[in-house]
């Protein structure tokens, strides 16, 4: 009886210890990406770009390259919003105590809707691509995104995107929780 004691504390012991280690936690892994998506990313800067507000102003345009910040992705889909430079997201308003640096509810809605752009990549068909994420992308990333500026008919821009290149991912406080 002492010995299986003996052994069955010897076993919970070692599986306590082996449970604990020195290591790093591991931060989540990145959304997987399909070919399309990845085809997306723009391997060098596409060059001159202006705000959103400049090209929601231009109106419809073909070879268009817009700056912005990441704002919202839609989960599933090649569809992101990005926000004018010049509206500043939270966490360059509030960086010490913001938990959701990557909004601008700093901002009334009516400026949020000013300075946004719906960007879509799209198939052959004309739908937004399918897709768990956009590759490397990520909220309050500074991305130039090029393509087409759209008006529908009741005056909404969109951005019909073909490439998507990162110019820089703020440096933001540890204990923010990125959304996943």
């Given at each position: ?7 069955v ?5 070692l599986?306590?210890?082996?449970g ?22 723009l ?6 770009a202006?705000g959103v ?7 419809q ?11 919202d992705?839609?989960?599933g ?6 926000m004018?430079t010049e ?22 809605p ?13 198939d ?8 768990p ?14 393509g ?25 406080p540890e ?6």
């Amino acid at each position: 009886m002492n010995s299986l004691r003996y052994s069955v504390t010897l076993t919970l012991s070692l599986l306590m210890f082996a449970g604990c280690s020195a290591e790093e936690p591991k931060q989540p892994a990145a959304p997987k990406t399909n070919d399309a998506a990845a085809r997306l990313v723009l391997q060098s800067d596409p060059g001159d770009a202006i705000g959103v507000v400049e090209a929601k102003e231009n109106g419809q345009a073909d070879g268009v390259i817009v700056e912005g910040r990441v704002h919202d992705m839609v989960k599933g889909f090649a569809v992101v919003k990005i926000m004018d430079t010049e509206l500043k997201y939270c966490g360059e308003v509030h960086a010490e105590d913001c938990e959701t640096p990557w909004d601008y509810c700093c901002d009334s809605p009516d400026r949020r809707k000013d300075n946004s752009l719906l960007v879509e990549f799209r198939d052959a068909a004309g739908k937004p691509i399918a897709t768990p994420a956009l590759p490397n992308t990520r909220h309050c990333d500074l991305v130039k995104v090029r393509g087409k500026m759209t008006v529908d008919e009741h005056g909404s821009h969109v951005l019909v995107a073909d490439g998507i290149f990162q110019v820089e991912r703020p440096e933001l406080p540890e204990f923010v929780k990125w959304p996943q």
